[in-house]
DNA sequence: GATATCAGAATGTCCGGACAAAGTAACGCT
DNA sequence: AGCGTTACTTTGTCCGGACATTCTGATATC
């Protein structure tokens, strides 16, 4: 047989602030994270039984599952019932979000910077309207950029908004992402059904994006809904690949 | 102002089944998922509240809460605090699962075949041994494949498997995906990464692949984790952009 | 008429307990 | 020594209740 490799494990100690309005699980869950992210509690390490670790807390089982529960759907935990709640290796990167490229851009420090091609009001082309779910010939604002990283074209980006859900100009769409001006108008992105392809860069495309003709480009399509269900975009952008790529974590 | 929508509400009644394994939210939130899909609770449909709704389900609010959260996981429902639980509009795709091709495209009926185009155990080259976390020189499995649909290439894929995992041979691996090998042999896959960009084909793919010399291609690199944090896959892939995109969905 | 306050309704959090199911390891029998 | 059985540990499911927080809309006030 194989010798069982030694299992680590931690008596744990989480101080609790009851008076705060941040729920106590979400404390739990939270200062759990940092620990594992840290490194200060290993992959590996085995987690004592909920019973006593929500003893030692003092808390009850069912909020001290809350927070491993909480872990668990983040892919940080994982537990087998009879045998107990192990830490898995720390991943790098979370779940795509649904975030925009200037978002991600500027997290990272790669100074993205916008530039607006045209901005009008004009009816959606069928194909557009289908996928917005509105009838055929409806206005939307129609917006076309240009995004740069460090003064580099890197994206193509054509997006079509409804009207009704937020003022745009080409001054503010300069200045920040549109999912930054989508969210500061109370809406919630919720959900986004999206579509990635490669195919070669037109002429147009490789003047605007200073890519030899024939370059390969990443193609991306998206819909995005908010949560109760509304269009509130629709996106088709290229990207120069040789400056870009998708990355993503899948959880199964 | 603008005039409020009427918002549909039904009482809900389902069936459960008390002596069967299969647990009580469970069973609630498989049938709301069903009668969600095939639009027998439209979309915008309010809820009952959920101690009225547990009550009439002979239910705690506990489980029917367990079983709501389930759904609003999974993007089907909207919560808000003090307002009640909505139904959103049913999404075709579920978030992107942790699948091989070949299970995709024998889901949707493509009749996925493999050719084995070499199998062998070798020496990791030095980046991919990074990759899989193991000292440089290591000998792993070296699977290269090419996938076809429909009797037409559709992408060729190089995959680099740790030694001790599972034993594969070139008619196993010609008859299924190597993901159902891996969970055959008790692999639980939990954690992938993966990057997804586009280049160009050199003349040895597009001829293996059917295509134009430089084609567009799809490139996916992915790395994968079992639950116990171990590499047991490192995947190098390219698809034939005209054939083939990812389609996923996000949440937010 | 506009604003502030208040009551009601809904979900969010938390507790304590009970039994079930699954996996592990020790035990006892052959 | 090998094998099946049993006991134990641990997570999974479920219940009932209590209070907090947030949102909506009606009421009262200025």
């Known amino acids: ?116 091609l045209s901005l009008a009001v004009a009816a959606a082309p069928d194909p557009v309207a289908a996928r917005m779910e509105l009838s055929p010939g409806t206005e939307v604002y129609v917006i076309e950029r240009l995004r740069l990283a460090r003064d580099e074209p890197l994206a193509l980006m054509r997006n079509h908004v409804p009207l009704g859900l937020v003022d745009l100009d080409e001054e503010r769409l300069s200045a920040s992402g549109l999912y930054q001006l989508l969210r500061g108008a109370g809406v919630t992105l919720k959900i986004a059904s999206q579509s990635i392809g490669a195919r070669n860069a037109t002429a147009a495309e490789a003047r605007a994006l200073d890519e030899p003709r024939g370059a390969p480009l ?6 995005v809904y908010d949560d109760v269900g509304r269009v509130v975009e629709v996106g088709s952008h290229v990207y120069r690949a040789s400056r870009y790529s998708f990355e993503l974590t899948l959880t199964g």
Chains 1, 2 share one sequence.
């Open 1 to 116: 047989m194989t010798v069982t490799q030694p299992v680590p494990q931690t008596p744990l100690s989480i101080p609790l602030d009851r008076t705060s309005p941040v729920p106590l699980y979400f404390q739990v869950a939270q200062e759990l994270e940092r620990r594992i992210m840290t490194g200060e509690i290993p992959a590996g390490t085995r987690l004592e039984n909920e019973v006593v670790l929500a003893g030692r807390l003092g808390l009850s089982r069912p909020t001290l599952r809350q927070a491993i529960e909480y872990l668990v759907d983040r892919g940080m935990l994982v537990r087998k019932r009879g045998v107990g709640t192990q830490v898995v290796r720390p991943r790098v990167r979370r779940p795509v979000e649904l975030s925009s490229l200037y978002d991600d851009l500027d997290r990272v420090g790669e100074q993205p910077r916008t530039r607006v």
């Open 218 to 223: 990443l193609t991306m399509d998206r819909v």
